[in-house]
């Protein structure tokens, strides 16, 4: 090999060597730092894009979550008022039935006539009431309502089942006169409004099982995108300790390889001692 005070090329294989470890370390703390094998476009374009759109789908998923739980909550408050409904209906047949007794006398027949009235207007409030965010899917004010079903805008609709007295076929007006045979009669008017009540109840609770079962499916897909991103985009910190104390090993190795490289030179001193 040449000896030139110009040109030391086993200091610049070392320096070259050296930059390159320098920058493997750099690569190897970034990693550890942020947690990421591709923390940025920089390090993988097409790794990051396929990363980043997933992570989007799985944050827009979390308004499909919301949507989703405002519905069951709106529905859940209407089978709340669906079961006083049917516990008041139940009440009312059971006065109506004592009162078809015709030895009663007038004043008991008027007290049990006074409660059916009274029964038969608390189902009025409380369907009225039966509302959660000002929605109600149970009073008749609206016929459905659509909730978020998916990131792409997909609707999950819900019927709406008026649970008042006219949607039970009954009025503010029912009741019965002074007789214990319109009592008698009643008593079938209240079983069907009874029979209504109970089946537009379990399509109700069909729809709250459906719910349920969306939002959870909801939250296993978000789950799985979420260990996707994962997969593609974290680091195996286990393995980043391993190459690092390699790296920092290999480190002060060409720092001592480039020391050696650049004492070379000085040995052409001797040549020309006297």
Request: positive net charge; hydrophobic residues 40%; aromatic residues 4%.
């Amino acid at each position: 090999m040449m000896n030139s005070i110009n040109t030391n090329s086993g200091a610049m294989i070392a320096l070259q060597n050296l930059n390159t470890t320098n920058s493997e370390l750099q690569t190897t703390q970034q990693r550890i730092n942020t947690g990421k094998r591709v923390s940025s476009a920089k390090d993988n374009g097409a790794i990051w894009s396929m990363g980043k759109m997933q992570s989007a789908s799985s944050s827009s998923l979390n308004a499909v979550k919301d949507s989703l739980q405002r519905g069951q909550s709106t529905i859940d408050v209407a089978l709340a008022a669906g079961d006083t409904v049917t516990d008041l209906l139940s009440k009312m047949k059971e006065k109506a039935l004592a009162a078809s007794d015709t030895s009663l006398n007038t004043a008991s027949f008027n007290a049990l006539k006074a409660d059916f009235d009274s029964l038969r207007d608390q189902i009025t409030k409380a369907v009225t009431n039966a509302k959660f965010n000002g929605v109600s899917v149970a009073d008749g004010t609206t016929t459905k309502l659509a909730f978020l079903a998916n990131s792409d805008g997909t609707a999950f609709t819900v019927t709406a089942r008026t649970l008042s007295l006219t949607g039970i076929g009954l009025s503010a007006a029912t009741t019965f006169t002074t007789t214990a045979a319109a009592a008698k009669t009643m008593i079938a008017t209240v079983t069907t409004a009874l029979t209504t009540a109970t089946n537009k109840l379990a399509t109700l609770g069909t729809n709250s099982t459906g719910v349920d079962m969306h939002l959870t499916f909801i939250g296993k897909l978000q789950d799985s995108l979420d260990a996707g991103v994962g997969n593609l985009l974290d680091a195996d910190l286990a393995k980043e300790s391993a190459k690092l104390q390699s790296l920092q090993t290999k480190q002060q190795l060409g720092v001592q390889a480039l020391s050696i490289a650049n004492q070379a030179p000085q040995s052409i001193m001797s040549l020309f001692k006297g």
